[in-house]
């Protein structure tokens, strides 16, 4: 594959799991400055664009739900209305936690495989477990870091 090819295909790649791009419909990407993050979250992530998260991630809207501390009716109800900011912040997180995930695993398939193996470092539970905090999502972030670096996790 020449060097032209290769970045094609690594750029397309990375557009294919934008997580964040997705769940913003367009409005931020993985490049996005921190500050239009937070003025993003000022005004909240449509309910559609949690659903649109959850199909990229391969989740139902009761997992996605459940990683926010939320119920699945309401981002089921009007979709066009926007989460507050503190649930806009968690989701920002997920989709990013998303993106870490899929880089490290090669693929959504294996990510969630891993996220629904139970670990020891989280007392024999799934990581998806502790998904909905973020110290859950921290742990989750430190123990695939651990992995990168062969560490055992």
Known sequence: ??????????????????????????????????????????????????????????????????SLNTTSGMLIRHKSKRLNKQLSDNVLDIAKLGQFGVKYFGNIENFNCWLDTPILLFNGEPPRRYMNSIRGRELIKQTVNKLKYSYTA
């Open 1 to 66: 594959m020449s060097e032209r090819n290769m970045a094609e295909f690594q750029a397309s790649n990375t557009s294919k799991c934008d997580f964040l791009s997705v769940v913003t419909q367009g409005e931020l990407t993985t490049f996005s400055n921190p500050l239009a993050e937070i003025n993003f979250t000022n005004t909240g992530v449509t309910k559609a664009g949690v659903c649109s998260l959850a199909d990229s991630l391969n989740w139902s809207v009761e997992v996605i739900a459940q």
